[in-house]
């Protein structure tokens, strides 16, 4: 795999100190419970809209000229994790839009939702909206948790591949995870696990797909098991693993590193490849 310039920045892991590690992440995770518990209420309601282009202009129209980058332009659609919301990535698009990125927006779905195709189906019809509004053609999106398993099916299953450049993802249980808590009990929380329908649909082939994508997985992510299982390991999609080391669960979308090495994901213009010069990729590279 290429050198990432965004791995320098991420957290690393001593590893004879493995169980202080482990002890130090889960404060950690503490400390960020406590304080998405207080940002929660905030995070409630479905975020106000910016103005946009008149009704009708098709996207990739702009209402007036852009300045900055084509990456500062292209909007960055965020999904939260399951029983979550908007308000747990506040950290992460402060950190964005300090670094230009224009046009941010946040997707609230219903925890009520039974059907992770229908919360893909809802991102699908937010995605043309913010298009519309914007006046561009594509999106990038970063998801949290089962945020980013909802962005995957709606780029592989639902053709969300010609709307979306960069899919990032943050401890997203691509493979299902065995820890899953309520499983059993909500509909949505049974497909997030190794063997389901839904898992097993998203190992289909998916030939000719444009995404790219970028899998933040933890060696301390409790919630993911086993933690690989955050790895997108499919042969026919663009992808590369980026192995973080020394934060849990929680902490990934606010922890500044991860947000700064997001950043940089979402900015590279060139497509991932292996040494060989292979694409697709489907590689894990190490910060470790």
Sequence with gaps: MKALPFLSLLPRLPGPRFPAALLGATVLELVVLTGHLVAYPFGLTQERRTPGPPPGTPPGTRPSPL??????ERPVVLLHGFIDNRSVFVLLRRALARHGRRHLASLNYSPLTRDLRTAAELLGRHVEEV???????????????LGGLIARYYVQRLGGDRRVRTLVTL?????????APGAGIHPIVRQMRGGSTLIEELRRPAPGCRT????FWSELDQVMVPVETACVDHPDLDAVNVRVTGIGHLALPVHPAVAAAVREALETQETLETREGTVPSTGTTSVA
Excluded: K, M, N, Y
């Design 171 to 179: 401890g997203t249980p691509h493979g299902g995870t065995a820890v």
């Design 67 to 72: 300045p900055g980058s084509p990456a500062a």
């Design 212 to 215: 790219r994508f970028v899998s």
């Design 131 to 145: 298009c519309a509004r914007t006046g561009q053609r594509e999106v990038d999106i970063v998801g949290h948790s």
